[in-house]
């Protein structure tokens, strides 16, 4: 009865040993905890500085001055111009082109007093390059020109820069060389340099397009 007795107390210490050791091997085979990876923030990109276009129609208003050189000397002149014009230009990226029409009311004498231009109309084709907030262009001009001796025509080329105050209103700058050749038949070439400061709206508000 003894080795009967002494075999059911060792296996009753072993069952109570089991939940120790159970609970032993539980943490020894436990998953390591892992700290949640920090969030990874990403910059955005850098967005493209949008530019205004410088196509579409436009309307606008100028102000300058002109000096006349002529052939014989005696019509040298100068005087104020004031004027309206319109127009539409295309912008094909880097490139803009256009026509404008435009109209000057003016004040020029020559021939000390004697002669006096009254108006002037010039159509204009324009060829520009986009630098974003400004245009620099060149132009050529058929140009008709209205004195009390008569009317003539002639033509005119020149240069000038704009600047987009926003993407509906500029102003700008322009020099304009004329020659007319045997001024209404008088015997006379004239040469005229105006120089006009110049400000435009847009018809309508340009959308923008991306700098590259």
Do not use: C
Not at 24 to 51: I, M, T, Y
Not at 83 to 96: C, E, H, I, S, T
Not at 103 to 113: E, R
Not at 150 to 177: P, Q
Request: glycine letters at 12%; hydrophobic letters at 45%; proline letters at 3%.
């Amino acid at each position: 009865m003894k080795p009967i007795k002494a075999t059911a107390l060792a296996a009753v210490a072993a069952f109570s040993a089991m939940p120790a050791l159970a609970g032993g091997l539980a943490e020894a085979f436990r998953e390591p905890s892992v700290a949640p990876a920090a969030a990874v923030v990403v910059a955005p990109s850098a967005a493209a500085a949008p530019v205004a276009t410088w196509g579409g129609f436009y309307i606008g208003a100028q102000l300058g001055n002109a000096d006349v050189l002529a052939s014989d000397k005696a019509f040298d002149g100068s005087g104020s111009t004031k004027g309206l014009f319109a127009g539409y230009r295309a912008d094909l990226g880097k490139v803009v082109v256009g026509i404008e029409g435009n109209y000057d009311w003016t004040d020029i004498t020559l021939n000390a007093g004697a002669v006096t231009v009254d108006k002037v109309t010039r159509l204009k084709l324009i060829g520009g390059y986009d630098l974003g907030p400004a245009l620099l262009y060149a132009t050529v001009a058929s140009v008709k020109a209205d004195s009390s001796l008569g009317s003539d025509t002639g033509y005119a080329m020149g240069v000038g820069v704009d600047y987009a105050l926003t993407n509906r209103f500029a102003v700008g700058v322009e020099m304009l060389e004329h020659h007319f050749d045997d001024f209404n038949g008088l015997g006379i070439d004239l040469d005229a340099t105006t120089y006009n400061s110049v400000s435009y709206t847009h018809l309508r508000a340009h959308e923008t397009k991306a700098k590259i």
